[in-house]
């Protein structure tokens, strides 16, 4: 399903209701009842990071519950993060009712029934986290309606408040900033749910694919990046890790190469025509001469650097809106 990014406020409008109704159901997966006085004034404001969505959420006198598979706007496929900034929430399943007050941070699966009702105004961090991209990570649901965390816990207090001051960046400076922030959302949820001593839940084959991946991204820029770093980095051995990648379909060194080839594209399309010369961007993607590089890029691209940057930034000109002035 797709999480576009939009703005609502419940306001006095004749349509306001309807208009709030719409947004609930087809962008949350959610029906929505209201009292249309009381709740004036709600909000929800929500945009993506990576794959991640983000919610800030300020509703009053409201109650939530999730739609069915029948409705394409269905969420099964993600879990929803929740942190409770200000007020409090009731949820209600099928096994009882939880009061939420602010400081809390629960993590909800729309697969099971559920009831989330705000008796007062309160207000809401919610992230929506694709569940294929946990399962990757070695972290399966929770199994229940509800995963809570314990708001004693220093990682818990921890891992709220870095959430925050994350989702609170609504406009990140760059897409690499974006996927880093999304990626690093992901981070968070999913120490949040991987149990003391479960540890070996991250050792799984897609888990340790994962891990490597990470580590990749981490040092594309590094010239000696190579099997053995790799492994030494994901604590396996390199005989282990290669046949991982190769049950995939790739190798590891061929993974890494696409990995700093997409890292180049990505840095020519997000800065202007002559920002950093291709020798810079070279040895930034891990890349110990231009010529090589460009012959890479050449292959997987059809074309050169130079080019390829030049074609991205014509691009932009030609379909940018015509100026006021």
Known sequence: MHFDTHEITFDTGLSAGERWSHIMLNSHGLRCAFDPRQSLDSSVRSWRLCEVGVSLADLAMQTLSPVGE??????????????????????????????????????????????EVFPERAQLTVLRV????????????????????????????????????????????????????????????????????????RRCPEALIHQAKRYIDSHLGEAGLDVAAIASGV??????????????????????????????????????????????????????????????????YGMSPSDFRYAVHLYRNVSAPPSDT
């Open 70 to 115: 029948e409705l394409p706007s269905w969420q099964g496929g993600w879990l929803f993060v929740k942190l409770v900034t200000a007020g409090h929430v009731h949820v209600r399943w099928r096994d009882g009712m939880q009061r939420f007050d602010a400081g809390s941070m629960f993590i909800i699966d729309p697969v099971y029934p559920f009831a």
């Open 130 to 201: 694709p569940k294929e991209r946990l399962r990757e990570r070695g972290v399966q649901r929770p199994g229940a309606a509800l995963l809570v965390g314990d708001a004693r816990s220093p990682d818990v207090r921890a891992t709220c408040d870095l959430i925050q001051c994350i989702t609170q960046q609504s406009t990140a400076p760059s897409a690499i900033a974006q996927h880093m922030m999304g990626d690093q959302l992901l981070e968070l949820i999913q120490f949040s749910m991987i149990e003391p001593g479960a540890q070996s839940r």
């Open 235 to 300: 604590h396996v051995s390199p005989q282990h890790l290669q046949r991982l990648f190769r049950v995939k379909g790739t190798s590891l060194m061929r993974y890494v190469w696409q990995a700093r080839l997409e890292r180049a594209a990505l840095l020519l399309q997000t800065g202007g025509a002559h920002d950093h010369a291709i020798q810079d961007i070279a040895w930034q993607c891990g890349f110990a001469t231009a010529a090589h590089f460009s012959r890479l890029f050449r292959r997987q």
